[in-house]
């Protein structure tokens, strides 16, 4: 994969003279999607230059949705100027031929998703970093998204809608993952479709938020990532 790669981003980026890949390594996180990083090197003037990349695929086999890239690629990119700090992107190339699935390159962002590490943390910090977890939720909710453009998003009609449908989907993946008590969940989904709210306001919302979604550095979010 990494010759490939690096030839297709030799041309997709002719202006970084004497472009290479460096730091090539698989990322063993997350199951939504596959993840590489690496580092580019090239030639600017006098200069030499590097910088650390993340790139992100479909898998070949998940439990999970399949992974959008060029979805996240359009939101990411609406997003960029608003209060949500996502990640700068480099490209998105939706041509199946090149590595086998559609893929997206961004910026590799220094943070730590404190996923392994929230439990050892203190009872202070971790309400500090709780809250500011929550600020940024309510910043992702609170953006006009009818201002940020096309991005590639489906809008229902009302959020009763969109609640319902957020039912089924889950009621779909029940059906395609075995080894879990299903009863218990069957019931909550049971219950959840029949008291479907009425009304509410249509608004942005994350669809996986939890703790490993996020990157912080220090006790800041700097970056909101999936």
């Known amino acids: 994969m990494k010759e490939m790669l690096e030839a297709y981003l030799q041309s997709a980026l002719s202006h970084r003279a004497d472009l290479r890949i460096e730091g090539f390594h698989r990322i063993n996180q997350g199951n939504s999607n596959t993840m590489v990083g690496l580092t580019l090197r090239w030639r600017e003037g006098c200069s030499i230059l590097s910088r650390k990349y993340i790139l992100k695929m479909p898998p070949e086999k998940s439990i999970m949705?399949?992974?959008?890239?060029?979805?996240?690629?359009?939101?990411?990119?609406?997003?960029?100027?608003?209060?949500?700090s996502v990640p700068d992107l480099l490209l998105l190339e939706e041509d199946e031929l090149i590595l086998g699935r559609p893929f997206l390159v961004m910026e590799k962002v220094e943070g730590d998703t404190l996923a392994f590490a929230y439990h050892a943390l203190s009872p202070g910090k971790k309400k500090r970093l709780s809250a500011e977890y929550a600020?940024?939720?309510?910043?992702?909710?609170?953006?006009?998204?009818?201002?940020?453009g096309?991005?590639?998003w489906e809008v229902p009609e009302d959020a009763s809608q969109f609640a319902a449908a957020?039912?089924?989907r889950c009621g779909a993946r029940l059906e395609g993952i075995g080894g879990i008590p299903r009863k218990i969940l069957e019931d909550a989904l049971a219950q959840l479709s029949a008291n479907i709210p009425r009304g509410g306001r249509l608004a942005l919302v994350h669809g996986d938020y939890n703790i490993a979604n996020v990157l912080f550095r220090g006790e800041k979010i700097v970056a909101v990532l999936d």
Request: no cysteine; proline share 8%.
């Open 166 to 168: 957020e039912v089924r």
């Open 150 to 152: 096309p991005a590639g």
């Open 65 to 84: 949705e399949p992974y959008n890239p060029v979805r996240e690629y359009g939101l990411m990119r609406a997003l960029r100027g608003t209060a949500v």
């Open 135 to 148: 600020g940024t939720l309510a910043e992702i909710h609170a953006t006009d998204w009818r201002r940020l």
